[in-house]
């Protein structure tokens, strides 16, 4: 079994990280997945600077970035002295910066908005859940 030694006194499983963090991007992807679909169908716009963006995108993207987050609890298991804390108060400052491109987007007030949901909700399902996985 693999283990992440974070202190010389405690080590965290890595499988379990791993595993629950790969399922919770999994989730995230199929949640802004909806939402994006769930706007769209609601007649909000999918384009932006004239470009739709497919819904798949969205489960795509979310997918990938929340692999990066994983990527960094792993790191931050490893070489922080509080990994919970670190990893919640990082993606929260991160989840606040990816806000602005939709901020600063070419697109509707509406667009723009949904955007934001999504990326709230993608953090809402990933950060706790690797977060609960992480030693205090």
Do not use: C, N, Y
């Amino acid at each position: 079994m693999s283990v992440i030694t974070t202190t010389p006194f405690t080590t965290v499983p890595a499988k379990p990280l791993i595993a629950g963090g790969l399922t919770a991007a999994v989730v995230a992807g199929a949640a802004t997945a909806a939402v994006a679909a769930a706007g769209e169908f609601a007649g909000i716009s999918l384009a932006v600077g004239g470009a739709p963006i497919p819904v798949s995108g969205f489960a795509v993207l979310t997918v990938i970035f929340s692999v990066v987050g994983l990527a960094l609890a792993l790191v931050l298991a490893r070489w922080a002295r509080r990994p919970r804390t670190a990893f919640v108060r990082t993606t929260i400052v991160l989840t606040a910066l990816s806000l602005v491109p939709d901020v600063l987007a070419d697109a509707s007030a509406a667009t723009k908005t949904l955007l934001m949901v999504t990326h709230v909700v993608a953090a809402a399902v990933v950060i706790p859940a690797v977060a609960r996985r992480l030693s205090a």
